[in-house]
């Protein structure tokens, strides 16, 4: 049973940083093309950033430059170093296979922003 869980989430002050966390339990992990989506309030869910088996990334234009994914194929892990955050990027974040998001949304982590 393919599971996600994201970890790492947190209140935290403009400018501040967080590094997310999603444990990934999926056969052949290494040949999945991976991605960090969020949520905000009201909005629908976004792709932010995602991560190819070989390490090529790509991000959204709102968190280039911020932003970072990184994955760990013999652990089978992604990550996303997010800093200089701002109150736009609060939201709930998942992780799922990209670009679709296929598989089962685990609960994601919540972040928020705010001073």
């Known amino acids: 049973q393919v599971q996600l869980v994201e970890s790492g989430g947190g209140l935290v002050q403009p400018g501040g940083s967080l590094r997310l966390s999603c444990a990934v339990s999926?056969?052949?992990?290494?040949?999945?093309?991976m991605g960090w989506y969020r949520q905000a309030p009201g909005k629908q869910r976004e792709l932010v950033a995602d991560i190819t088996s070989g390490g090529s990334t790509r991000y959204a234009d709102s968190v280039k430059g911020r932003f970072t994914i990184s994955r760990d194929n013999t652990k089978n892990m992604v990550y996303l170093q997010m800093n200089s955050l701002n109150t736009e990027d609060t939201a709930v974040y998942y992780c799922?296979?990209?670009?679709?998001?296929?598989?089962?949304w685990g609960q994601g982590t919540q972040v928020t922003v705010s001073s």
């Open positions: 999926i056969n052949i992990f290494s040949m999945y093309r």
């Open positions: 799922n296979v990209a670009p679709w998001g296929s598989l089962a």
